[in-house]
């Protein structure tokens, strides 16, 4: 069975302070994985997807990596706006639910001034 | 950008009553389309998958007859929730798959339910 589990399950920062978090996964031939941003109250952001072990990408603050049993979300001087739950999705080759995403439970992040 | 658009974005009715959930795409056509509940502090489980001119798929667990979903166009999937009961109430999230492939999932505002 695929499963996502993100650590930790909630960051508290202060603002400039550099961290990353964690999402590791099992999954039954990887499509993609996902990074989405989500605010209280709203729905998921899109921030990245990743297909391949060693693939990178950025964006601001923000920067997603991947390997082959799990991915970072590295924030580099996060500022209070930066503050939301940042949750991680697999997208599994072999799945009865097509391109459905599996979510891990996601890591509530606060950024203080 | 890709938007999609959910309505309403907040219910509060009786137990007992139905409530219809609208999920579109604005910018794009969406064959696929997906519903999701999230309870607090927890993760998005996927519910259904909506597929447009077929029946939907639900997953293990998920009472097609109490969530009924309907996806009549490539824009629109509206998911129903039948009778329903305290124990219903969740966020409800919509996202939807552009038709054009090597996108990435794009998610409405969510759906708040409150069934008193």
């Known amino acids: 069975e695929d499963q996502v589990t993100q650590s930790p399950e909630a960051l508290r920062l202060q603002e400039g302070e550099s961290s990353s978090l964690n999402c590791s996964y099992t999954?039954?031939?990887?499509?993609?994985l996902f990074w989405y941003r989500q605010d209280p109250g709203k729905g998921p952001e899109f921030l990245f997807t990743?297909?391949?072990a060693g693939e990178e990408k950025e964006k601001e603050r923000l920067k997603a990596t991947l390997t082959k049993k799990e991915s970072f979300l590295h924030i580099t001087a996060p500022k209070p706006e930066d503050s939301a739950t940042y949750l991680c999705?697999?997208?599994?080759?072999?799945?009865?639910?097509?391109?459905?995403?599996?979510f891990g439970k996601g890591t509530s992040l606060l950024v203080t001034p | 950008g890709a938007v999609v658009s959910q309505h309403p974005s907040w219910v509060i009715c009786k137990s007992g009553t139905s409530v219809k959930i609208e999920c579109r795409s604005l910018?794009?056509?969406?064959?696929?389309m997906f519903w999701y509940r999230q309870f607090p502090k927890q993760s998005l489980m996927l519910m259904a998958t909506?597929?447009?001119?077929?029946?939907?798929?639900?997953e293990q667990g998920v009472e097609k007859d109490k969530f009924l979903i309907n996806h009549a166009s490539l824009t629109l999937s509206t998911l129903t929730v039948t009778s329903a009961h305290p124990e219903d109430s969740s966020f409800y999230i919509c996202?939807?798959?552009?038709?054009?492939?090597?996108?990435?999932?794009?998610f409405g505002d969510g759906t708040r339910l409150s069934i008193l």
């Open positions: 990743l297909y391949s």
């Open positions: 909506s597929n447009e001119g077929s029946k939907a798929t639900y």
């Open positions: 910018d794009f056509q969406a064959t696929t």
């Open positions: 999705a697999v997208q599994a080759i072999y799945s009865n639910s097509g391109y459905a995403l599996n």
């Open positions: 996202s939807a798959r552009d038709d054009r492939g090597n996108q990435p999932q794009h």
């Open positions: 999954v039954s031939g990887l499509r993609g």
